[in-house]
């Protein structure tokens, strides 16, 4: 994704959680725990990779992203495609990010990534008096 900034990357908690299931430290059950709404996004809404899952080494993980932010409304929290990432980058204030890998075998799930998109604000402005003026005049205002 292009417009892409404040990215954290999770890797290296990855790697160490799978250190610590290799250990026998931290169980299957664990690490395998996928929510079956975080497997119905990765069936509908995820990207198919060519990684195959570090756990049960059958499947091929699914990339799931989801959507947060205050301007996004009800949407907000949703399973999003990558065009429909895109699209949104181009139309919605700014916005967070969450790539999470999904085994749609064994349940395997770690958030891989996050990041923001969208426009960004103008400097100097406030996001939270540009929502007071579109929603109408206060009280105060009116006198």
Do not use: I
């Not at 954290?8 to 026998?24: C, N, P």
């Amino acid at each position: 994704m292009p417009g892409r900034r404040s990215v954290v990357d999770y890797s290296l908690h990855r790697r160490a959680v799978l250190a610590d299931v290799q250990a026998g430290s931290t169980g299957l059950f664990e690490v395998c725990d996928a929510s079956p709404y975080l497997t119905r996004a990765a069936r509908y809404h995820g990207q198919p990779t060519d990684e195959t899952c570090p756990v049960c080494r059958r499947e091929r993980l699914t990339m799931v992203n989801y959507v947060y932010g205050e301007a996004l409304g009800h949407v907000a929290g949703q399973a999003k495609t990558d065009a429909e990432l895109a699209r949104m980058d181009a139309m919605q204030e700014e916005f967070s990010v969450y790539a999470v890998e999904v085994c749609r075998g064994c349940g395997w799930n770690h958030l891989d990534c996050s990041y923001v998109l969208g426009t960004e604000p103008a400097p100097g402005s406030s996001p939270q008096r540009g929502r007071q003026r579109a929603r109408g005049r206060t009280a105060t205002e009116q006198r």
